[in-house]
């Protein structure tokens, strides 16, 4: 069994023989009733749960407030009940995609890449392949030689998440994912193709809509603002420009067009998403290739 923490959310992972959907939604609280021990607290929600393709998946959403990792009996006792006999909900699917391997040269450099680089918004409908779409999130957040990433974090808190909004992606079905730097993968989280109601949330920007996929830069301040207060909300800013750029060089680098977007809905592009409260929506990347 393996419990994680993704942002808002507390994941527990179990195998089972057969895919099953069930549904279990507890009272308010009753989850409220569920605590971390100075790590996490849940004031209100619902608890939520995938059974799909071998593996047990839980979610407990909504108000959470988390300092340390020291988690109490009860709700790890909660967790395990639910993995062991199943009654959930299903959320999310737990489509797990694995990336081909980046690439760690080119035959671009990076001053030819500097030299190349503009704003292109109009795009062919021609797919990209999964190696470029690997390329391009390597580059956002991938993992490096220090063994760190691949754009600077202050303090190396790393409050940025990665998620893909692909519509035209050859071996890929449209979908939402959000990018799993340390497996170099990506996994569903909201089925079907979604640029449109994205570029709608980005105030009909059409290219958003037209581009086979859109990278969305997502934060958790709070991963930063702990350590460093208000000024650390500078440091989140700093850092998703590095981010930003680190993805439109690499396109270029690969020979794909692409575009920055910051004119979007926060709260429609959080609903396209399907993320937490306590993540902010921060830029739109849309890539794909130059119509000629």
């Known amino acids: 069994m393996r419990f994680t923490l ?5 994941r527990v992972t179990n195998t089972v023989k057969k895919p099953t959907k069930a549904t279990f939604k ?4 009753m989850v409220s009733s569920l605590s971390f021990a100075n790590f996490l607290k849940i004031k209100g929600g619902e608890v939520k749960g995938i059974i799909s393709q071998g593996a047990i998946s839980l ?12 988690p109490d009996v009860k709700i790890l006792t909660f967790l395990f009940l639910l993995s062991t006999f199943g009654g959930f909900m299903l959320a999310h699917t737990t489509d797990y995609i694995q990336l081909p391997e980046p690439s760690k040269s080119g035959k671009m450099t990076l001053e030819e890449a500097l030299y190349l680089r503009r704003s292109v918004r109009e795009f062919s409908d021609k797919p990209l392949n999964l190696n470029e ?3 391009l999130l390597w580059a956002s957040q991938g993992k490096v030689k ?4 691949s754009a600077p ?4 808190l790393y409050p940025l998440e990665i998620y893909v909004v692909c519509g035209n992606v050859k071996g890929l079905s449209p979908a939402v994912y959000r990018y799993d730097l340390k497996k170099h993968s990506l996994h569903k989280v909201v089925d079907g193709d979604k640029r449109g109601p994205l570029a709608s949330a980005a105030l009909g920007q059409y290219w958003v809509r037209n581009a086979p996929v859109s990278i969305v830069i997502t934060a958790v301040f709070e ?3 702990r350590k460093y207060g208000e000024r650390g909300i500078r440091y989140v800013f700093m850092e998703v420009g590095h981010v930003g750029q680190n993805i439109l060089l690499q396109a270029v680098a690969i020979k794909l067009g692409a575009v920055p977007v910051g004119a979007f809905y926060d709260e429609e592009v959080k609903r396209v998403l399907n993320i937490s ?7 739109i990347i849309s890539v794909g290739r130059e119509k000629q």
């Open 6 to 10: 993704i942002s808002r959310r507390i």
């Open 26 to 29: 507890p009272s308010r609280s």
């Open 59 to 70: 979610e407990i959403q909504r108000d959470m407030e988390y300092d340390n990792f020291m």
């Open 133 to 135: 779409l690997s390329q």
């Open 146 to 149: 220090s063994g760190r990433r």
């Open 153 to 156: 974090s202050a303090g190396a």
């Open 223 to 225: 991963r930063t603002t």
């Open 277 to 283: 409260e306590n993540e902010q929506p921060l830029y």
